[in-house]
């Protein structure tokens, strides 16, 4: 650990005071309704306090006592054998010293042939969990001090608990049915019945961050068992009701494919 991470190791306040990579410059928002920063490229991410958080998480499927992991929401059988995943651990001190994570703000796009996180695009889709990994992997933003990876299912929940701790919107709605929430079949407030660009609907952003119900899946490195990869929300063939953004589903060995199945990216210090 360098110098920089022990004196912020000294403060419980860290995730009030998001640090800023270099390469990125502050766009909007504060720490606790959606700090946004963006490359030279324009990708987007939004800090997610994690340090705020109650202790009600798992990284284990037996304890829930952490801030930045997993939530049972549904009462699902969280162990090795059921719902997990192995988060890094260079991944979780990061978050430890410096109070959270940046989760990017838009689904994954293309733009003339490189992954970008940006409004305005259509998102990437029909690719399988691996073509997943391999297109994250390719991200590239010119800052030395963060790493980047596909999004842990820790990282989701941890979003979700904030929106709900924040009171920007209910439980219910996040857990039970996010129908107006995104772009779903049934919602009627929005009729659009199609694939959506990213960020195209304002009604669809919390805390800066944008199209986390509905539109298309979002892959994990969340897995039930050994042989199923885990996916969020669910896209806009879809019932909000039915599949609401914390909606955990998942794809079978050996192809892991989803037909409208998208990704995103956290990024976290070095």
């Known amino acids: 650990m360098n110098a920089e991470r022990t004196i ?36 987007e991410f939004a800090w997610i306090p994690v340090g705020s958080l109650k202790r009600n998480g798992t990284l284990d499927g037996v304890s829930f006592d952490k801030q930045f992991g997993l939530r049972n929401w549904y009462k699902n059988d969280f162990s090795e054998n059921g719902w997990h995943e192995v988060v890094p651990q260079e991944v979780l001190k990061s978050i430890e010293v410096y109070g959270g994570f940046y ?27 691996f073509e997943a990994l391999k297109y994250e992997k390719s991200f590239q933003t010119d800052s030395s001090e963060v790493e980047h990876c ?10 979700f608990e904030w929106i709900i701790e924040a009171g920007t919107l209910k439980k219910d709605e996040v857990l039970d049915d996010s129908t107006e929430l995104g772009n779903y079949a049934n919602n009627v407030k929005y009729v659009v019945k199609s694939m959506a660009k990213t960020g195209s609907n304002e009604a669809w952003g919390f805390h800066n961050i944008y199209d986390l119900a509905g539109n298309v899946s979002e892959w994990t490195q969340e897995q039930y068992s050994d042989y199923y990869r885990v996916l969020r929300s669910c896209n806009y063939r879809t019932v909000g009701r039915y599949w609401p953004m914390a909606e955990r ?22």
């Not at 192809?255 to 409208?260: C, G, P």
């Open 150 to 159: 596909l999004m842990f299912g820790s990282a989701y929940d941890s979003l």
């Open 8 to 43: 912020l190791k000294k403060s419980t306040d860290n995730f009030k005071n998001p640090f800023v990579p270099n390469g990125f410059t502050y766009v909007k928002g504060k720490w606790n309704n959606g700090f946004v920063i963006s490359d030279i490229y324009g990708n």
């Open 249 to 270: 589903y998942y794809r079978e060995y050996p192809n892991f494919y989803a037909y409208l199945g998208s990704f995103r990216t956290m990024m976290y210090h070095k």
């Open 103 to 129: 989760f990017s703000c838009f689904p994954a796009s293309l733009e003339n042939s490189r992954v970008v996180f940006k409004r305005g695009n259509y998102p990437l889709v029909k690719i399988t969990y």
